[in-house]
């Protein structure tokens, strides 16, 4: 069973807004900082946004810095990813996982975004 499913990718012109959810499966989630990553093919997977256990605090990449909001609802497990003002730049694949996810972090399937311009 998978423990990290990402939902909420599309297609969606420049401008536009989605809003990604993943769901973790481990009871332990509401312990561990999560993040939102984004991969396109060639490239690393590199964090776009993070937000600590609690909620309290939140980190995003320069990038995305004022057009996406990261926000978590420990009771339903969930993480999301308002997206908003959306760029070409960000049409990638979207993954979740804890923040940092280290070197032998399992990765869910992702979501595709792509931004059309």
């Known amino acids: 069973q998978a423990q990290l499913v990402e939902t909420g990718g599309g297609l969606v012109q420049v401008g536009g807004s989605l809003r990604l959810s993943c769901v973790d499966s481990?009871?332990?989630?509401?312990?561990?900082?999560m993040g939102w990553y984004r991969q396109v093919p060639g490239k690393e997977r590199e964090l776009v946004a993070s937000?600590?256990?609690?909620?309290?605090?939140?980190f995003y990449t320069g990038s995305v810095k004022g057009r996406f909001t990261i926000s978590r609802d420990n009771a339903k497990n969930t993480l999301y990813l308002q997206m908003d003002n959306l760029k070409p730049d960000d049409t990638a694949v979207y993954y979740c996982?804890?923040?940092?996810?280290?070197?032998?972090?399992?990765w869910g399937q992702g979501t595709q975004v792509t931004v059309s311009s």
């Open positions: 481990r009871r332990t989630f509401g312990s561990f900082d």
């Open positions: 937000i600590a256990w609690s909620g309290a605090t939140t």
């Open positions: 996982n804890m923040y940092p996810a280290g070197d032998m972090a399992t």
